[in-house]
Every structure is written in structure tokens, then in C-alpha cells.
């Protein structure tokens, strides 16, 4: 059962351009929503995260809209550079006890050509 | 800077052999896991530990053991490696607060690439 979807599987934006990564999740019990960038030959790092108490958060150009209702969040990167091609993963946690572990999404390569 | 580190970066085992991936963290984290990611597949969490010696399931542990002898190193075990074994894998860390509230965020080591033959 994959508790969080991710799509797409990957994406080809121009330079300047805007990219849009989405997930959904099926758990109501997750309160934490991050979202890992993974360059080639590295293990992912923590990008921007968000608590489904706000319906959005911004860093730089990084922005994750969150839709409680919807069960989905997404990860937009405005003025996409070439820089940021890089595989994407959305992740889920929370519902307490042990639940601190992540259900990951499946990973969206992401190609931003110059 | 936190730093998690794996013993190798690639490893070329044979069908039928033990195989030992090891994962050091330098930061006092409390938690550590594993993963391995295929492609098309994502990260899918193989094992994790809160403590020393203690260890739980994640939710593809099958051929698979871990050991935590000591707080910073974090064993993946291979008993008998398998071809469809052949994978990126990836150790993590992450703290515990002081009011014994685990941190979600995960610090990730760089990945051994194990081929088995």
C-alpha cells in the first residue's frame, strides 16, 4: 500500500520556468509534510518541510502548498534553474509512538534545461 | 555540520554471500535507519533503531538484519545476498529533543551502490 503518491515521475522545464511536483497522502494521522532533493551521487537533503497547520510555506523560491482537505501538497519551484535539476522525493510522518519515520513518495527527476 | 558516512560507496558481492554495509553518524542522533532506492520505487525504509540495540522493522526487512552495537553505528546485514538485492542503499540519522520528542527531519549519509552477482 503506498501511502504517498507522487507525481510525475519526472519533468523537463525551460529555465525561468515554473516547476510543480504534487503528492497525496492517504494517512490523516501525518503532520509533516518534507520534501528531499537528491543530486546525483548524493543522498537527499531535507529542502523545505511544512506542518498541515499552515496552507503554505515559502523559502526563496521553493513553496510547498498544503490542501488538508485534499489530502495533497505540492512543491513548486519558481524561476527554475539548471542548478535545480535534481530528483525530488515528498515524504510523510507523524501519528506519534515510532510513527518519526518517513513514507516517502517515488521520486520525480527533475531536468531544468539552460 | 552533521556528518552520516557509509564504508563504501560501491560494492560488487556474489550471489550467496554475507554482506555487512556500515553506517556511522557523528552527531549523538539517537535514531538511524536504512533504506534502499531503485528506480521508479523511491526510498523504501528497510530497518530503523531508536536506540542501541534496539531495532524495528520497516516495511521491506526481508533477507535483511541490522545491528546497533554501539549510538553511532548502525549495521545493515545481507545473510545471503541475492541478485534482486542489487540496490542503492541509504543510512540516515536524526536526534531526539531534549523533551524526548523525536525530530523528523533526517540527515542522509551518501549511499553504497552494491551490486550482487
Known amino acids: 500500500q503506498q501511502q504517498v503518491k507522487q507525481s510525475p515521475q519526472s519533468l523537463i522545464v525551460q529555465k525561468g520556468g515554473i516547476s510543480i511536483i504534487n503528492c497525496a497522502y492517504e494517512?490523516?494521522?501525518?503532520?509533516?509534510f518534507p520534501w528531499y532533493q537528491q543530486f546525483p551521487g548524493k543522498g537527499p537533503a531535507l529542502l523545505i518541510a511544512?506542518?498541515?497547520?499552515?496552507s503554505e510555506k515559502k523559502e526563496g523560491r521553493f513553496t510547498i502548498s498544503f490542501n488538508k482537505s485534499a489530502k495533497q501538497f505540492s512543491l513548486h519551484i519558481m524561476d527554475s534553474q539548471p542548478g535545480d535539476s535534481a530528483t525530488y522525493f515528498c515524504?510523510?510522518?507523524?501519528?506519534?509512538?515510532?510513527?518519526?519515520?518517513?513514507?516517502f513518495g517515488k521520486g520525480t527527476l527533475l531536468t531544468v534545461n539552460p | 555540520d552533521v556528518k552520516v558516512t557509509q564504508s563504501s560507496r560501491y560494492l560488487v558481492k556474489r550471489t550467496g554471500e554475507k554482506v555487512f554495509l556500515e553506517c556511522v553518524q557523528d552527531?549523538?542522533?539517537?535514531?538511524m535507519f536504512w533504506y534502499r532506492q531503485d528506480p521508479g520505487l523511491g526510498l523504501r525504509l528497510i530497518y530503523f533503531?531508536?536506540?542501541?540495540?534496539?531495532?524495528e522493522k520497516g516495511d521491506i526487512p526481508e533477507g535483511y538484519s541490522v545491528s546497533r552495537e554501539k549510538k553511532e553505528r548502525f549495521s545493515l546485514i545481507l545473510e545471503s545476498a541475492s541478485t534482486n538485492q542489487t540496490s542503492m542503499y541509504l543510512c540516515?540519522?536524526?536526534?531526539?529533543?531534549?523533551?524526548?520528542?523525536?525530530?523528523?527531519?533526517?540527515?542522509f549519509g551518501p549511499g553504497t551502490r552494491l551490486t550482487v552477482t
Open positions: 533503531s531508536y536506540d542501541v540495540k534496539m531495532k
Open positions: 494517512n490523516t494521522a501525518f503532520d509533516y
Open positions: 540516515a540519522s536524526s536526534p531526539v529533543l531534549a523533551t524526548g520528542t523525536s525530530v523528523y527531519e533526517q540527515y
Open positions: 515524504a510523510a510522518s507523524g501519528g506519534g509512538g515510532s510513527n518519526y519515520k518517513l513514507t
Open positions: 552527531m549523538d542522533h539517537e535514531n
Open positions: 511544512i506542518r498541515p497547520d499552515v
